[in-house]
């Protein structure tokens, strides 16, 4: 049994770490009804972090019902099968799942055990799997009860002598998922020692393939050939974007993160069209850049003093951007959501971005 068994086991019996409501009737603003059509559904944060909210807004009309109930400061959703699942990240490591509508309390909550920091959640082969990102093992919970039913030991899937997985994104083909290893020494500076993508059978519970990627890794969804993946290098090669085929066991690069100068905060892409969110050198401003991934070539859209720290695309073609507070002028910062129509390489709303009482912090579609 691996270090995260014990840890899951003991705190997966007992009540999560923080309670599922907030005040006395657990959200704070029960008014708000459940909006028609498809959605976009969002974790908020205070600017000092202290405190975050839940929202949903149109994709239709962009109408936002904000505040519909508390999280922490580090708080994150992923939307599998029309059920949501938020994630209480560092300090609070615990899982809720909500029946959209139904937000006075979750259906279950569940701790992950103290400081395993649960980073992302995806159902494959009837479990839902959690990643963790201060731990050595993927967590198997039932996905309607929230009980623990086994785990997917990742502890062979890092550099030998190197630092915990640190698993982050998960994505799922059929049954198999794949997972993104940053790969960085948290007790050394968090120095890059090489990431990795690993290949998990969602039947079997066991790592079927492994992909070294550079350090600082993130894995997104894709409708290409493959998946993408951003990274600091891969190969000595210098950071950029790559797409992974799984099934030709090949990595290709498709942008050279050079000409984007050097670093990347995330990427989304439908299809050839993609958005890249770049950062300066010292992280005083940030640039949205559209990259045809066919040819390589790329678009600047614009700079920005906000964080853009992510982006998603949804079926209509559209990069939601989230942006937050920057270092460089805050006070004059529109934190939102900014949303790209990537055909055309054109914000749809340059000028006034889908706001909310706090800061954007995550989001995913419903």
């Known amino acids: 049994m691996t270090r995260a068994s014990h840890t899951l086991w003991m705190a997966l019996t007992t009540v999560g770490l923080m309670a599922c409501k907030g005040g006395e ?11 028609e059509g498809p959605l976009a559904v969002v974790t908020t944060v205070a600017q000092d972090y202290a405190t975050g909210g839940f929202a949903t ?35 609070y490591d615990n899982l809720r799942r909500y029946t959209p509508g139904e937000w006075a309390a979750p259906m279950w909550e569940r701790s992950t055990g103290d400081r395993t920091n649960p980073y992302d959640a995806a159902t494959c082969a009837g479990k839902l799997f959690v990643s963790l990102y201060n731990d050595d093992a993927l967590a198997v919970l ?33 049954d198999s998922l794949y997972v993104a290893l940053n790969g960085l020494d948290q007790a050394n500076g968090w120095e890059s020692v090489g990431g990795a993508v690993v290949e998990v059978d ?12 550079g350090g600082n890794t993130e894995l997104h969804d894709w409708d290409g050939a493959g998946l993408l993946v951003s990274s600091e290098s891969i190969d000595g ?37 993609a958005l890249i969110l770049t950062p300066s050198a010292d992280y005083a401003t940030f640039t949205m850049t559209c990259a045809d ?5 790329l ?35 529109k934190p939102g959501i900014y949303v790209v129509d990537l055909a055309t390489c054109a914000l749809k709303n340059p000028d006034d971005p889908i706001t909310f009482t706090l800061a954007p912090y995550d989001l995913d579609w419903l």
């Open 25 to 35: 009737d657990g959200i704070l603003d029960d008014t708000n009804p459940v909006a």
């Open 299 to 333: 678009t600047e859209l614009g700079t920005f003093s906000e964080y853009l720290p992510k982006v998603e695309v949804n079926d209509r073609g559209e990069a939601w951007v989230i942006a937050r507070w920057g270092w460089a002028d805050p006070t004059n910062d």
């Open 237 to 273: 090669a210098g950071a950029g974007v790559w797409s992974l085929d799984p099934d030709e066991d090949e990595l290709t690069k498709l942008i050279d993160g050079d000409r984007l100068g050097g670093a990347i905060s995330d990427v989304a892409a439908a299809g050839v069209d």
């Open 142 to 174: 039932d996905p309607t009860t929230g009980d623990l039913l086994s785990e997917v030991d990742l502890s062979e899937a890092v550099i030998q002598g190197g630092p915990e997985p640190e698993a982050t994104e998960i994505i799922v083909r059929g």
């Open 57 to 91: 807004v149109s994709l239709d009309d962009w109408t936002v019902n904000d505040n519909l109930f508390l999280t922490t400061g580090d708080a994150a959703v992923s939307v599998n099968d029309g059920v949501i699942y938020q994630l209480n990240r560092y300090g």
């Open 293 to 297: 991934l066919a040819t390589g070539a």
């Open 202 to 213: 969602c039947v079997g519970e066991a790592v079927t393939g492994r992909w070294a990627v």
